[in-house]
Protein backbone atom coordinates (compact mmCIF):
# COMPACT_ATOMS: atom_id res chain seq x y z
CA UNK A 1 0.00 0.00 0.00
CA UNK A 2 1.30 3.69 -0.84
CA UNK A 3 0.32 6.82 0.92
CA UNK A 4 1.02 9.99 0.51
CA UNK A 5 1.32 12.95 3.02
CA UNK A 6 0.82 16.78 2.12
CA UNK A 7 1.88 19.71 4.27
CA UNK A 8 2.56 23.11 3.77
CA UNK A 9 -0.39 24.38 3.40
CA UNK A 10 -1.96 27.57 5.41
CA UNK A 11 -2.53 31.51 4.96
CA UNK A 12 -0.22 33.73 2.92
CA UNK A 13 -0.56 37.60 2.13
CA UNK A 14 -0.65 38.44 -1.47
CA UNK A 15 2.81 37.97 -3.20
CA UNK A 16 4.10 35.65 -0.42
CA UNK A 17 5.44 32.05 -0.90
CA UNK A 18 5.17 28.94 0.26
CA UNK A 19 6.64 25.30 0.00
CA UNK A 20 4.31 22.09 -0.31
CA UNK A 21 5.61 19.23 0.49
CA UNK A 22 4.36 15.39 -0.42
CA UNK A 23 5.62 12.34 1.36
CA UNK A 24 5.39 9.02 -0.20
CA UNK A 25 5.70 6.09 2.09
CA UNK A 26 4.49 2.24 2.23
CA UNK A 27 5.99 -0.28 -0.63
CA UNK A 28 7.25 1.57 -3.61
CA UNK A 29 10.19 1.24 -5.88
CA UNK A 30 10.06 4.77 -6.95
CA UNK A 31 8.29 7.52 -8.33
CA UNK A 32 7.20 7.39 -12.05
CA UNK A 33 5.52 10.90 -12.89
CA UNK A 34 4.44 13.50 -9.89
CA UNK A 35 1.93 15.85 -9.84
CA UNK A 36 0.08 18.93 -8.16
CA UNK A 37 -3.72 19.61 -8.81
CA UNK A 38 -6.00 22.42 -7.26
CA UNK A 39 -9.42 22.33 -6.71
CA UNK A 40 -11.94 24.63 -5.42
CA UNK A 41 -15.35 24.59 -4.65
CA UNK A 42 -17.83 24.34 -7.56
CA UNK A 43 -14.91 23.54 -10.12
CA UNK A 44 -12.63 20.76 -11.28
CA UNK A 45 -9.59 19.96 -9.86
CA UNK A 46 -7.14 21.29 -12.68
CA UNK A 47 -3.53 20.25 -13.01
CA UNK A 48 -1.04 22.73 -11.40
CA UNK A 49 2.42 21.42 -12.37
CA UNK A 50 3.76 18.16 -13.68
CA UNK A 51 6.87 16.59 -13.55
CA UNK A 52 8.19 13.61 -15.41
CA UNK A 53 10.90 10.34 -14.03
CA UNK A 54 13.87 12.19 -15.94
CA UNK A 55 12.35 15.75 -14.47
CA UNK A 56 10.53 17.14 -17.09
CA UNK A 57 8.23 20.00 -16.30
CA UNK A 58 5.22 21.18 -17.03
CA UNK A 59 2.93 23.88 -15.74
CA UNK A 60 -0.47 25.45 -16.09
CA UNK A 61 -0.47 28.91 -17.81
CA UNK A 62 -1.65 30.39 -14.80
CA UNK A 63 1.30 29.68 -12.74
CA UNK A 64 4.18 29.49 -15.15
CA UNK A 65 6.84 31.42 -13.43
CA UNK A 66 5.95 31.66 -10.61
CA UNK A 67 5.41 27.74 -9.29
CA UNK A 68 8.07 25.63 -9.45
CA UNK A 69 7.98 21.80 -8.79
CA UNK A 70 10.30 19.72 -8.12
CA UNK A 71 11.07 15.93 -6.38
CA UNK A 72 13.51 14.00 -4.26
CA UNK A 73 13.82 10.46 -5.50
CA UNK A 74 16.22 9.15 -2.57
CA UNK A 75 13.47 10.77 -0.05
CA UNK A 76 9.87 9.88 -2.12
CA UNK A 77 9.42 13.29 -1.89
CA UNK A 78 8.04 15.82 -4.13
CA UNK A 79 7.33 19.62 -3.65
CA UNK A 80 5.40 22.83 -5.07
CA UNK A 81 7.55 26.00 -4.53
CA UNK A 82 4.86 28.93 -4.79
CA UNK A 83 5.84 32.39 -5.25
CA UNK A 84 3.96 35.34 -5.73
CA UNK A 85 1.23 34.21 -4.96
CA UNK A 86 -2.16 35.42 -6.04
CA UNK A 87 -5.85 35.46 -4.75
CA UNK A 88 -7.02 33.16 -7.20
CA UNK A 89 -4.17 30.26 -6.29
CA UNK A 90 -6.78 29.76 -3.26
CA UNK A 91 -7.32 26.38 -3.54
CA UNK A 92 -7.09 22.63 -1.82
CA UNK A 93 -3.58 21.42 -3.20
CA UNK A 94 -3.73 17.72 -3.90
CA UNK A 95 -0.74 15.37 -4.81
CA UNK A 96 -0.88 12.59 -7.50
CA UNK A 97 1.71 10.41 -7.71
CA UNK A 98 1.98 6.97 -10.68
CA UNK A 99 4.05 4.75 -7.94
CA UNK A 100 6.05 1.94 -9.24
CA UNK A 101 5.49 -0.98 -6.77
CA UNK A 102 8.45 -3.12 -5.65
CA UNK A 103 8.69 -7.16 -7.42
CA UNK A 104 5.94 -6.73 -10.30
CA UNK A 105 7.05 -3.43 -11.37
CA UNK A 106 3.16 -2.72 -11.87
CA UNK A 107 2.12 1.17 -12.03
CA UNK A 108 -0.11 2.51 -8.83
CA UNK A 109 -2.00 6.21 -9.31
CA UNK A 110 -2.30 7.47 -5.37
CA UNK A 111 -3.98 10.94 -4.53
CA UNK A 112 -3.24 12.53 -1.13
CA UNK A 113 -5.41 14.00 1.28
CA UNK A 114 -4.93 17.49 0.35
CA UNK A 115 -3.61 20.46 1.85
CA UNK A 116 -5.60 24.14 2.02
CA UNK A 117 -3.44 27.34 0.58
CA UNK A 118 -5.36 30.54 1.24
CA UNK A 119 -4.23 34.10 -0.18
CA UNK A 120 -5.42 37.07 1.41
CA UNK A 121 -4.93 39.95 3.10
Known amino acids: QVQLVESGGGLVQPGGSLRLSCAAS????????AAWYRQTPGKQRELVAQ???????RYADSVKGRFTISRDNAKNMVYLQMDSLKPEDTAAYYC???????????????WGQGTLVTVSS
Open 26 to 33: GSIFTINR
Open 96 to 110: NVEAILPTTYMFLEV
Open 51 to 57: ISRGEIT
